[in-house]
């Protein structure tokens, strides 16, 4: 609050309602540290951090389950303090998930991704 500012307009956008039939926002999931992680498989592995990650298989998608958009998969390890991302994630009958492109943030740190 202090770096955006207290008098500052703020719209958060948490996914309350729906448009087009979808659920709006983007939705995360909060897991356990000892969630074990699962194998992903990357459309653009060049560009994103090798997994696994811990992915639960009911983990909510961006635009639902039937999306047709950007089907982004947010995942919070509190105890960890590391989100998961992935872009373009679609679950697999035997647990794992394919995906565009996955990241691994860890919130502690203020770094910059890598170039590229």
Do not use: K, Q
Not at 7 to 17: Q, R, Y
Not at 45 to 73: L, W
Not at 94 to 111: E, I, K
Request: aromatic letters at 10%; hydrophobic letters at 40%.
């Amino acid at each position: 609050m202090e770096a955006i500012g207290e008098d500052d307009p703020l719209h958060p956008d948490f996914g309350a309602a729906f448009y087009e039939g979808g659920p709006i926002g983007i939705p995360f999931v909060a897991v356990a540290a000892g969630t074990p992680p699962v194998a992903v498989s990357f459309g653009y592995a060049d560009e994103s951090d090798p997994g696994p990650y811990p992915i639960p298989p009911d983990a909510p998608i961006e635009g639902g389950p039937d999306a047709e958009g950007d089907r982004h998969v947010l995942v919070v390890d509190a105890e960890t303090c590391t989100l998961y991302e992935l872009f373009d994630a679609h679950p697999r009958p035997d647990g794992s998930w394919t995906a565009g492109s996955g990241a691994v943030f860890d919130l502690r740190a203020n770094a910059l991704r890598p170039a590229g």
